[in-house]
């Protein structure tokens, strides 16, 4: 990493490096997926410069909008969609990201193992689980989250690399992660994707390998209607 890195970078990486520490033994590879929705080219362009390569985008077209051009410049970038996918979006998707978060419905699956064969990208996938069963988000119940990642895996012929959920607001998150974590383990899905600016050091303390941080990193928001 070059000294023009961002002080947010440096600061989470540290607190990252140091949850690993306390938590793990041996401590499990956590992955920084850098969460840049909202945030323009220029905002992005010094993270990149300053070495970090794994980034979070919720909307296929905000994605579309941004990355070609960054890319040209960073080829060795590591595209995550962490929002939600309709199934019409599914192509573009798959030709623009390189890690799919949020395989939550059958259809979704189906048709994103469809446009994976048609253009010869096989990606890794992970499975949203709606951890706290709220109604306005998305997410497999759990109940019935390792049954479809067995079907993703048998039926549609899906890489499931792991996990990934998005706690309720506002009470304590481990025993959400703790949850997704044992769910992964019966499913026998390694990664796990949990954690965000507020609460990334539970999530590792509870296995997270992959952590995704917006805000802590690039600023606030303007909050999304
Ligand atoms: C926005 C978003 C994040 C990052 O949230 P922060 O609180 O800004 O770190 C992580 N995961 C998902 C799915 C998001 O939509």
Same mark, same amino acid.
């Given at each position: ?8 970078? +440096?600061?989470?990486?540290? *607190? ?25 080219? $220029? ?18 077209? $905000? ?5 070609? $051009?960054?890319?040209? =410049? ?7 969609? +962490?929002?939600? &996918?309709?199934?019409?979006?599914? =192509? ?19 048709? &994103?193992?469809? $446009? ?104 606030? *928001?303007?909050?999304?209607?």
């Amino acid at each position: 990493m070059d000294t023009a890195a961002p002080d947010s970078l +440096i600061n989470i990486r540290h *607190r990252i490096t140091a949850a690993q520490r306390r938590f793990g033994a041996p401590p499990q590879v956590v992955e920084l997926v850098a969460v840049s929705k909202t945030f323009p080219v $220029e905002a992005i362009e010094p993270f990149l410069a300053a070495g970090q390569r794994v980034f979070g985008e919720n909307r296929v077209q $905000e994605a579309q909008a941004k990355w070609p $051009e960054l890319r040209a =410049r960073y080829s060795d970038v590591e595209l995550h969609l +962490i929002g939600p &996918l309709q199934t019409n979006k599914a =192509r573009d998707a798959v030709e623009l990201f390189d890690v799919i978060q949020t395989v939550d419905r059958d259809k979704l699956a189906g048709v &994103l193992a469809v $446009e994976m064969a048609r253009l010869g990208r096989r990606l890794p996938c992970f499975v949203q689980v709606n951890i706290g069963m709220e109604t306005q988000k998305a997410g497999i119940p759990p109940a019935e989250a390792v049954a479809f990642v067995e079907r993703c895996r048998t039926v549609h012929q899906l890489e499931i690399a792991g996990l990934m959920c998005i706690p309720p607001d506002g009470v304590p998150p481990g025993p959400y992660f703790a949850h997704l974590a044992e769910l992964a383990k019966a499913a026998n899905a390694s990664q796990l994707s949990m954690g965000m600016s507020g609460d990334f050091e539970t999530a590792i303390a509870m296995g997270a390998t992959y952590v995704r941080v917006g805000s802590a990193l690039f600023g606030g *928001r303007p909050a999304i209607p």
